[in-house]
């Protein structure tokens, strides 16, 4: 059963120039590790059940042509940005393969994991964690103290040209009824919404000119935007401001709740969205 996302994976061609646009954004985003037989290295933002990713390629290291890390190579060299959204399972039983990194602290993690294959590349993979909860939240040694107020990743917008078709195929792959198509008031997009306990996956269309219709114009269909919950948004915006990012934009999404974003400019490649009280 998918339970909810799980993370959001977003590619950087500099790990530690991607951890100081995310520490200057406000997430405490700490160096992850190294993962076992591949040359990637990542960096980690942990929430109370989900996470954010960075993720690059370590230097020095040997790429097999057409490994999973020569595709990371392809996607950096076309500029990184959010590539994947990971979505947690609780019994994944066939098509997986295992995974494990080792932090910077000798802790080893363990998940398996599961994607479509080429054949089906929709920027989604499935994750079964084998480390507790608990043990990864310590992976860091302490807690995380997020300087934004996140408190929790609340949807992921994947941009598509047509949002009809791509929702059946979403669905068929979920195994969820289609949604219904709504507009989203902040991405300007037409938009089908598939509900993962308390968070959302989003397939977007651009309606008009927008944050949407800029990912897609810029790097083709695929994710675009993460939206964390917050405990102030006020207070996340003086902190940006503090630590030399511009004033994010702000807008009221189609729910009546006010929300802002992050540009790529300033976040990798990706849209930072954040929602929450004043």
């Known amino acids: 059963m998918l339970t909810r996302v799980d993370h959001v994976m977003i590619c950087v061609r500099d790990l530690a ?5 995310y520490t200057r954004i406000g997430f405490d985003i700490q160096p992850g590790g190294s ?3 591949r040359a990637t290295h990542n960096a980690i ?4 059940d989900d996470y954010l990713e960075l993720l690059s390629l370590r230097g020095g290291q040997a790429i097999e042509p057409g490994s999973s890390d020569a595709r990371l ?3 950096l060299a076309k500029g990184g940005g959010f590539r994947y959204v990971a ?3 609780d019994d994944l039983v066939a098509d997986v393969t295992d995974g494990a990194r080792r932090t910077p602290a000798g802790m080893e993690l363990k998940w398996k994991a599961a994607s479509l294959g080429l054949g089906n590349a929709l920027p989604i993979f499935f994750v079964q964690h084998l480390t507790p909860l608990e043990a990864r939240r310590r992976q860091a040694g302490r807690a995380s103290q997020h300087p934004n107020g996140a408190l929790r990743v609340d949807r992921v917008y994947i941009a598509v040209a047509d949002v009809a078709a791509a929702a059946t195929t979403y669905g068929r792959v979920l195994g969820m009824p289609v949604p219904k198509i709504q507009r989203g008031a902040v991405i300007k997009a037409d938009m ?3 509900d993962l ?3 959302g996956l989003t397939i977007a269309q651009p309606a008009e000119p927008g944050p949407a219709a800029e990912a897609l114009a810029r790097r083709g269909p695929g994710p675009f935007q993460a939206l964390y919950r917050t405990s102030g948004m006020d207070a996340a915006a003086r902190f940006m ?3 030399g990012v511009p004033p994010p934009a702000r807008g009221i999404r189609n729910t009546g709740e006010h929300a802002m974003l992050v540009l790529p400019a300033h976040a990798c490649g990706a849209y930072i969205g954040f929602v929450g009280p004043a």
């Open 17 to 21: 120039a991607g951890i100081d646009a």
């Open 35 to 37: 993962h076992a037989g």
């Open 45 to 48: 933002a942990f929430f109370g």
């Open 73 to 75: 190579a392809e996607f």
């Open 87 to 89: 979505l947690q399972s």
């Open 192 to 194: 089908a919404v598939f």
């Open 197 to 199: 306990g308390p968070t």
């Open 241 to 243: 401001e503090s630590r």
